[in-house]
């Protein structure tokens, strides 16, 4: 199959390459103004209660929760000078009232808490005009240059505009990783392949693949709200994944002319081989995301739609345009040559990798004891993690957004956000004698509770009612979400439904549907994992062991990501400023993620294996051998992939640090430790039993698999063996 689809691309090449140049112009225009779509944040369950209590607050005591914190400023004058007051205030009246619904500022709440300590500064709590996310900050975008006083220091911090600076800051960051990266990568190509013709291809397989990307992020933000976070992997791993492939795609081929095969003979059988080894390993990676879209959150479902967009055009132009592209170039790929061209490959019994490969195999339960105990050691701070929100934190101290936020928490009294509200939908007007003798004793069971400090009535408008509940202690806490959950058992009036609102029932509803919706997850990813891993290599035992070395892997990886940004072990080497928690969003992304590119490697050295396999029937030689004619373009790719996964890893927003962080150790971690040193051990104990499968299966296989050719091998027509 794939080879006949080699030979028609070869014959169809010329108008192939006009529709991706006209590909390419449609999707680069029409996805440049993708970041103009996209919203901020996106962490919560939008179907949750504490959701739905925004809402019911938005609409009844808009003024409760701002959606944007003004900090202002005066060294000399103080909140009680009239000119002070003035200048703000005069500030204020002049924002448009189509944008700003409204604002609480001293003069008028009379708070002692909105005055800092020094009496210098004050905030204004501001609302937007707005429904959704995005609303709200397009309506910011439109305000945010007139908010400034004159001759005052202002700060512009909370929900909305954090959100706004922290896309502005990711926008900037993956600019500069594409600088940085495009150069880099380019040079190591040049080293991997020694000429110039033959490194600029992946390179364009990735252009290809980001500007299509962009396009399909696009359309998708106007069905649907999407994260401006996807932008990060539809860049980073858009041109990862698209180089990987097509180093894979333009080594085979430079391997089939070197071979004496040429024109429409040499396409085929590089898609034969590789171009497989890409459909099944792309797929795999786009089955992995595609589990994301189980989850409620945004931010999650944006991922999927951005990372299954990246990786499945990466594979469209890696197996189309490439190949088309390889069709008209022909030997030309080998132009302008950077070292002189060696003899010849080494034959078969003959190499460095197949040398190490045999030398791995002799000490496999050596390396096998040592591989897996220095990952577990690796995985033990893993036990100890503890969550927490997405807040101002995770932006610079540079960044107005992170100095509102600590002045809040160190120039003003009163924590704006320690409180826990229920939003009450009464049976009647709250105003009324009954509703307000059943409000009185509901707020005191509340007030009773363990762990709550005190609770009143903050506010009854109509048949809505809001009882604020404070305590001590940090609001993304267990002890919070415990104090919550206690809450929501207390019994509401007589006829009432009680919401609970706030940052510590956002946290307990945000942890609660991903512990629902996490099983289901990995009982997806696992299930497709093993059926694409069985129909591409005809094994029983090879998904298993993928599997469990996938594990290894993650839980590896997390573990480090808790040492370094939970910890806060090396921050000043990586430039951030320890939180002591972990957004739980962000393990359920990295590990479908790093799930679907471990299979990546997976599927690229046992492709290799099988193929030896397949011809000598000789299980240890098919690993020598397979180890020996990929190990050194699987290292390569690995560290292709760093590169621009490294240069987001410098980003000053502390998620898309611990990204690109977390996906460089993950990489470089599961090729060289989990995949060559362990895969390559444990591919000996399997012995010929890695490639056997039940006779049922093996006809299965034999009708379905995606194999090289749909004729027959001769280990198909070899009798059933058992491990050896």
């Known amino acids: 199959m794939f080879e006949r689809f080699g030979r028609l691309l070869h014959r169809r090449r010329k108008p192939l390459l006009i529709l991706t140049a006209l590909f390419a112009v449609l999707s680069g225009a029409y996805g440049a103004g993708v970041f103009g779509s996209l919203t901020p944040l996106g962490f919560q369950d939008p179907g949750s209660d504490s959701v739905r209590a925004a809402h019911i607050a938005e609409k009844a005591f808009p003024q409760r929760t701002p959606d944007a914190v003004i900090v202002y400023r005066d060294k000399d004058r103080t909140v009680d000078d009239p000119?002070?007051?003035?200048?703000?205030?005069?500030?204020?009246?002049s924002l448009p009232k189509s944008e700003v619904t409204g604002y609480l500022?001293?003069?008028t709440t009379k708070m002692p808490a909105q005055v800092s300590h020094d009496r210098h500064a004050t905030?204004?709590?501001l609302n937007l005009h707005g429904s959704s996310e995005k609303a709200k900050e397009d309506a910011y975008e439109a305000v945010k240059d007139k908010i400034p006083a004159p001759g005052l220091e202002t700060l512009q911090g909370g929900t909305v505009p954090t959100g706004h600076q922290a896309s502005e800051k990711i926008e900037r960051d993956l600019r500069t990783a594409e600088i940085i990266s495009a150069p880099v990568l380019f040079l190591l190509l040049l080293v991997v392949f020694g000429g110039l013709t033959a490194a600029f291809l992946p390179l364009l397989v990735g252009v290809l693949s980001i500007l299509g990307s962009m396009a399909v992020l696009r359309t998708i933000a106007n069905i649907t709200d999407v994260s401006v976070f996807a932008m990060s992997l539809v860049t980073i791993l858009g041109l990862a994944v698209a180089i990987d492939y097509g180093l894979l795609i333009v080594s085979r081929y430079r391997e089939e002319l070197e071979a004496g095969y040429t024109g429409e003979e040499a396409i085929g059988r590089t898609l034969a081989t590789a171009g497989r080894t890409v459909m099944v390993s792309g797929t795999t990676v786009a089955a992995a995301l595609a589990g994301l879209t189980l989850f409620p959150s945004t931010?999650?479902?944006?991922?999927?739609y951005g990372g299954v967009a990246a990786v499945l055009l990466a594979v469209l132009f890696s197996l189309v345009?490439?190949?088309a592209l390889l069709a008209v170039m022909g030997p030309k790929v080998n132009a302008f040559p950077l070292r002189r061209k060696k003899a010849g490959r080494s034959a078969a019994g003959e190499g460095a990798w197949y040398r190490f490969g045999h030398g791995l195999m002799r000490r496999r339960w050596v390396v096998v004891v040592g591989a897996v105990g220095l990952l577990l050691t690796l995985a033990l701070p893993f036990s100890k993690i503890?969550?927490?929100?997405?807040?101002a934190q995770q932006l610079p101290s540079s960044s107005e957004g992170r100095q509102v936020f600590n002045a809040m928490e160190h120039d003003f009294d009163g924590d704006a956000v320690k409180f826990i509200d229920s939003l009450l939908v009464l049976k009647s007007d709250g105003t009324s004698k009954e509703q307000?003798?059943?409000l009185k004793a509901y707020a005191e069971r509340l007030g009773a509770t363990e762990g709550a400090t005190s609770a009143r009535i903050t506010g009854v408008e109509g048949t809505t009612a809001r009882v604020s509940v404070t305590f001590d202690g940090n609001p993304v806490s267990t002890h919070a979400r415990d104090l919550v959950n206690r809450l929501k058992e207390v019994p509401e009036p007589p006829g009432a439904r009680a919401y609970f609102g706030g940052e510590s029932a956002v946290y307990d509803d945000t942890l609660d549907a991903l512990g629902e919706t996490l099983p289901w997850m990995l009982l997806y990813i696992a299930v497709m994992t093993y059926l694409l891993l069985f129909l591409a290599f005809g094994s029983v035992l090879l998904p298993l062991k993928a599997i469990a070395m996938n594990m290894l892997s993650l839980t590896a990886t997390f573990g480090v990501l808790v040492w370094i940004f939970q910890d806060g072990h090396l921050h000043n080497l990586l430039g951030f400023d320890p939180?002591?928690?972990?957004?739980p969003n962000m393990p359920i992304m990295l590990f479908a993620l790093i799930f679907g590119l471990s299979m990546d490697y997976e599927v690229f050295l046992v492709s290799r294996m099988r193929e030896q396999y397949d011809k000598s029937g000789d299980s240890t030689e098919a690993v020598a051998t397979g180890l020996q004619s990929i190990g050194r373009l699987v290292v390569s790719a690995a560290l292709l992939m760093c590169v621009p996964l490294a240069a987001i890893g410098m980003s000053e927003v502390l998620t898309i640090k611990l990204f690109g962080v977390g996906m460089v150790f993950a990489v470089l971690t599961d090729v060289l430790v989990v995949r060559i040193l362990l895969g390559t051990a444990v591919m000996r104990l399997l012995g010929r039993a890695a490639w056997w499968a039940p006779a049922p299966l093996a006809r299965f296989y034999d009708r379905f698999g995606i194999k090289e050719t749909d004729m027959p091998t001769e280990t198909d027509k070899r009798v059933p063996v058992t491990a050896g």
């Open 299 to 304: 931010f999650l479902k944006s991922m999927s």
């Open 386 to 391: 503890e969550f927490g929100s997405i807040n």
């Open 321 to 323: 345009a490439l190949p």
């Open 123 to 125: 905030y204004v709590a």
């Open 579 to 583: 939180t002591g928690n972990i957004e």
């Open 83 to 93: 000119s002070f007051q003035r200048a703000v205030v005069r500030q204020l009246e």
């Open 105 to 107: 500022d001293f003069w």
């Open 436 to 438: 307000g003798a059943a």
